[in-house]
């Protein structure tokens, strides 16, 4: 299973569950639902944040917050 920290700039993934129950609450109040469609937009220069496209709107995650979110 792939999480959203593994997927390169332009790549896009689906949203199936979350690793992190706490962040989990958070994630989903910022339009991060399960089945929601994801887009890597670009990485910072050293990697950390990335930022990503979700429920139309550009969202920054630290890699850390990230690797919570497994795709399909």
């Not at 920290?5 to 962040?23: C, Q, T, W």
């Not at 339009?31 to 920054?60: H, Q, W």
């Not at 630290?62 to 497994?70: G, P, Q, V």
Request: glycine share 8%; proline share 6%; hydrophobic share 40%.
């Amino acid at each position: 299973m792939r999480s959203l920290a593994e997927l390169k700039p332009g790549e896009i993934g689906v949203v199936k569950s979350f690793n992190d129950e706490y962040l989990s609450l958070k994630l989903l109040e910022m339009g991060v639902l399960p089945g929601t469609e994801v887009e890597m937009k670009f990485a910072a220069p050293f990697g950390d944040p990335i930022c990503i496209r979700v429920s139309g709107y550009n969202l920054s995650l630290r890699l850390d917050e990230a690797k919570t979110i497994s795709l399909t």
